[in-house]
């Protein structure tokens, strides 16, 4: 689940109880909920609502990397890979060192069969000695 903390900016103005950021977290957990239980039709409504929500927030705020990520992971998960690729990379020419979304976009390119481009976001991660370049490595060496 995501709790709309881990930008580098007081994301306070988010919490408020009716914003669109709030809005389109409550969205993508309740997605997330309904795909673990393998209700795909109710969670890939909420994925497109979460999208809406979250589209919504960034016209509040252009530049955030963490409605960047959500937008470039809610695009991922209704299999629309190009609009996911398109936030991934937006979040990261504001944060070129952003390892989740770097992971992620790793991730992203690992699914997609572009092994090259996926090793090039390890070797971004490679020197944070962090849960993300652990991840994407033992995602590209079990592709193989």
Do not use: H, W
């Not at 994301?11 to 993508?28: H, T, W």
């Not at 609502?49 to 963490?66: H, S, T």
């Not at 695009?75 to 070129?96: A, H, Q, R």
């Amino acid at each position: 689940t995501f709790d709309g903390k881990g930008g580098r900016d007081d994301l306070s103005y988010m919490n408020v109880k009716n914003s669109n950021f709030k809005k389109g977290i409550d969205a993508l957990n309740q997605a997330i909920k309904f795909e673990k239980k393998d209700k795909l039709k109710k969670a890939s409504k909420r994925y497109n609502d979460a999208i809406n929500f979250f589209l919504l927030a960034r016209k509040e705020n252009i530049n955030n990397i963490e409605i960047l990520n959500l937008l470039g992971f809610s695009y991922e998960k209704v299999n629309d890979f190009f609009m996911s690729e398109i936030y991934y990379k937006e979040g990261l020419s504001i944060d070129p060192d952003n390892n989740q979304i770097n992971q992620k976009l790793g991730e992203l390119y690992l699914n997609t069969k572009r092994i090259s481009l996926a090793k090039e976001r390890l070797k971004v991660l490679s020197t944070c000695s962090c849960e993300e370049y652990s991840n994407l490595k033992n995602n590209i060496a079990s592709s193989k």
